[in-house]
T-cell receptor, first 113, second 115 residues
Framework: NAGVTQTPKFQVLKTGQSMTLQCAQD?????MYWYRQDPGMGLRLIYY???????DKGEVPNGYNVSRLNKREFSLRLESAAPSQTSVYFC????????????FGDGTRLSIL | GENVEQHPSTLSVQEGDSAVIKCTYS??????FPWYKQELGKGPQLIID?????GEKKDQRIAVTLNKTAKHFSLHITETQPEDSAVYFC??????????????FGKGTKLSVIP
């Protein structure tokens, strides 16, 4: 049982390049999330998808887009990467509704030069 | 929205001692409080959670307490071991409308257990 799988694990981009981060979960969860983690800032929500077919902005959505491809997959796209987007990106999933624990992948470490 | 404050940001303890991490939250309607442990190079992993109908929950050396009146909750680790060294995050739910819920995370506590 893989849980939440993120690809790639590491990536280096040049400013202005585009990239899609992939996330897939095998727990049949309805809700999925994308976070970024920066030193001293904790986990900040970029976008989330409460259920298949819906997506909503989180705390820091600027510069990103998402696609909920199906119930299993939720991708994050950087259209024109900027150095400020250098971060570790985590995908998570959970059952829908309140009081549901989120399960995280091991992250994508992204550096933008 | 929900605001979660976590203290301390770093904590060093001797092996065998106890560690306590505290969080406060702002939304009195919040009713679910998870704690996550993040080891180096890994994603956060849920270690314990508590719901507002109980004041304390234990799981071996880990316990969480909740004070709804004061709007704070704490993680207690007893008999600390080197493998407890990690970053710990607290979180509280935030309702974002149309039946959608998110988690708002504290900024984390880096725990170092000194052998």
């Amino acid at each position: 049982n893989a849980g939440v799988t993120q690809t790639p694990k590491f990536q280096v981009l040049k400013t202005g390049q585009s990239m899609t981060l992939q996330c897939a979960q095998d727990m049949n969860h309805n809700s999925m999330y994308w976070y970024r983690q920066d030193p001293g800032m904790g986990l900040r929500l970029i976008y989330y998808s409460a259920s298949e077919g819906t997506t909503d902005k989180g705390e820091v959505p600027n510069g990103y887009n998402v696609s909920r491809l199906n119930k299993r997959e939720f991708s994050l796209r950087l259209e024109s990467a900027a150095p400020s987007q250098t971060s570790v990106y985590f995908c998570a999933s959970s059952e829908a509704g309140p009081g549901q624990p989120q399960h995280f992948g091991d992250g994508t470490r992204l550096s933008i030069l | 929205g929900e605001n979660v404050e976590q203290h301390p940001s770093t904590l060093s303890v001797q092996e065998g001692d106890s560690a306590v991490i505290k969080c406060t939250y702002s939304d009195s309607a919040s009713n679910y409080f998870p704690w996550y442990k993040q080891e180096l190079g890994k994603g956060p992993q849920l270690i314990i959670d508590i719901r507002s109908n109980v004041g304390e929950k234990k799981d071996q050396r880990i316990a969480v307490t909740l004070n709804k009146t004061a709007k704070h909750f704490s993680l207690h680790i007893t008999e600390t071991q080197p493998e407890d060294s990690a970053v710990y995050f607290c979180a509280a739910p935030a309702y974002s409308g149309a039946g959608s819920y998110q988690l708002t995370f504290g900024k984390g506590t880096k725990l170092s257990v000194i052998p």
